[in-house]
């Protein structure tokens, strides 16, 4: 069963673009994991967060996937910045949509 | 500049099947808009809602969504079972994420 999760991450002010690029590195870097089939990037227009949209092949895979030493620096460099992390949604996605 | 929303939409007890088959219908129908880059049709693990991921080429392709004879007669399918709509984010995704 494949596993999604919305994230809304929040910069402290100043940060956002720093973390955005973050993020963007972020999405390179799980787009190359095979159990990853989505991870996209957005800029709110509610205000000053960024909304992350992830979807893998299992739990499982998202997981591990916090364990790659890739993540480990991203989340290592991302911390100092970050004011706020929301999870706005964990689901079952529909294959095929 | 593309533009992305995410709904979270709950039926009314019992009809979460029926609502997640007029939203899959829904995905059908958009990725055929060619202004429509995503539909994602999503079951939620927290709660009884199911939420949709979409993006489209601009605001203005979204709007016009609206008001297509496709989306109307969803909408006026769902509309009965409907229990509540939220609107958890609207974004500029980053391209290529």
Known sequence: ?????IGKLTAV????ETLLAI???AATAMEREPTCTAYRVNVS????????YEVWESIEAHQQSLSLE?????IGKARPILANIERLAV????DGH
Chains 1, 2 share one sequence.
């Open 1 to 5: 069963m494949s596993y999604g999760l």
């Open 13 to 16: 002010p100043g940060e956002r």
């Open 23 to 25: 993020l963007l590195e």
């Open 45 to 52: 227009l509610d205000d000053e967060s960024i909304v992350v």
């Open 70 to 74: 890739t993540t480990q620096t991203l």
């Open 91 to 94: 689901f079952e996605p529909r």
